[in-house]
């Protein structure tokens, strides 16, 4: 599967609400797709390994888990 291309740069205390990531702007991810988090040289946010894939469950166009 494709890793998307698109970088979000984010500051995990303003965007982490519980298992989802709440984004002040719509994101443009679709249901499925597969994404890679890297924690940018900070923390990674719990639960998540940095450099890994992952795939999007989309809740709506700001919110993903």
Do not use: C, K, W
């Amino acid at each position: 599967d494709a890793i998307a291309e698109i970088q979000f740069v984010f500051d995990p205390v303003e965007v982490v609400q519980g298992n989802q990531l709440v984004f002040a702007f719509e994101h443009g991810l679709t249901n499925g797709e597969a994404i890679r988090y890297t924690a940018g040289g900070g923390t990674a946010i719990g639960g998540l390994t940095s450099g890994r894939a992952y795939y999007v469950h989309l809740v709506n166009d700001t919110t993903i888990e």
